[in-house]
């Protein structure tokens, strides 16, 4: 993975918007030529060097403060780590708020996401006020997949926080979430394995770029059958379940079709985890529907 260069310090200096304390300072980090990121650095009051973390968010547009219905997480986090004395930078993802650049449309990769915040890591090296080679990193579910990426590069990286980090191989991510929500629709076993068979094989002919559309109308029939046996109060919550049956396996079939999706099912988390040298600590929810804790603490 090459490593992201950052903008001149001149440049950053001339970039830099001192907002003080309660909002921090407003930062643009190049990572290429095509994207830049706009970023705020939370700094509390001490003698440097201070201790810093780079605050990472999972899947989707998210902001520098991840709105997650309407909760502010990394902003609230951001206000958390300053009140002990511990600085962090946080960033609009690429093409997302003032960041620019990227590919969006899902062709914009993990591995992508991991080169954004080799940038950050170079950045915060650049800064008079910390410690090189003493950084942090917290990473929240795909966020968390990219700190493992990012510390397995980077001897710069002293500490790692993975909050809902998925370790197991991708395909065994989409059948946990599978079988999580059937099992919230109170299908029975048989008939969920039955559904993560028929995910195997759509999966197989993306991988051998196969025609898919005989199993695109398989997946359609089977989402029709969950909509009949659905309760009476979703079907009229849903009205057109036909259209919303063909909108999900859009969805999905364009999400795994994408460059994002082929790149995460390429993906071996195991290999990136044998190479982290860092001190870390792993963060589970034993309610958590997406990253089941007890496999992936394991």
């Excluded at 973390?53 to 309407?70: A, C, M, Q, S």
């Excluded at 990012?150 to 989409?174: G, K, M, T, Y």
């Excluded at 770029?209 to 009229?236: G, N």
Aim: proline residues 5%; hydrophobic residues 40%.
């Amino acid at each position: 993975m090459r490593v992201a260069t950052v903008l001149p310090i001149g440049l950053l200096c001339l970039l830099t918007i001192a907002c003080g304390p309660s909002s921090g300072e407003d930062v643009l980090i190049e990572v290429n030529d095509e994207v830049t990121l706009a970023c705020t650095l939370l700094i509390p009051d001490g003698d440097a060097p201070l201790p810093v973390v780079i605050l990472i968010p999972g899947g989707g547009p998210h902001t520098r403060d991840v709105d997650v219905f309407g909760f502010q997480l990394f902003l609230e986090t951001a206000r958390h780590l300053h009140s002990h004395g511990i600085a962090s930078l946080r960033c609009d993802k690429r093409g997302i708020g003032r960041s620019v650049g990227g590919s969006g449309s899902g062709q914009d990769t993990t591995l992508d996401f991991a080169a954004d915040a080799l940038a950050q890591v170079a950045y915060i090296e650049t800064r008079p006020e910390f410690e090189p080679g003493k950084i942090g990193l917290l990473g929240m579910s795909e966020g968390a997949t990219v700190a493992t990426m990012v510390d397995a590069e980077s001897d710069s990286v002293e500490f790692v926080i993975l909050a809902a980090a998925s370790v197991v191989p991708p395909r065994q991510f989409a059948h946990d979430q599978t079988a999580a929500s059937l099992r919230r629709q109170g299908m029975d076993e048989d008939a969920i394995a039955a559904r993560i068979e028929l995910w195997d094989r759509i999966f197989d002919a993306f991988e051998r770029d196969e025609p898919t559309w005989q199993l695109r109308e398989e997946l359609r029939s089977e989402l029709l059958a969950d909509a009949e046996r659905a309760s009476a109060a979703w079907r009229e919550r849903t009205g057109d379940v036909e259209g919303h049956v063909d909108r999900s396996v859009s969805r999905s079939f364009n999400a795994t079709m994408s460059k994002w999706g082929r790149s995460l099912l390429a993906y071996e988390p195991r290999e990136v985890l044998l190479r982290m040298d860092s001190r870390f600590l792993a963060l589970y929810g034993s309610k958590d529907q997406q990253v089941p804790a007890e496999r992936n603490a394991s």
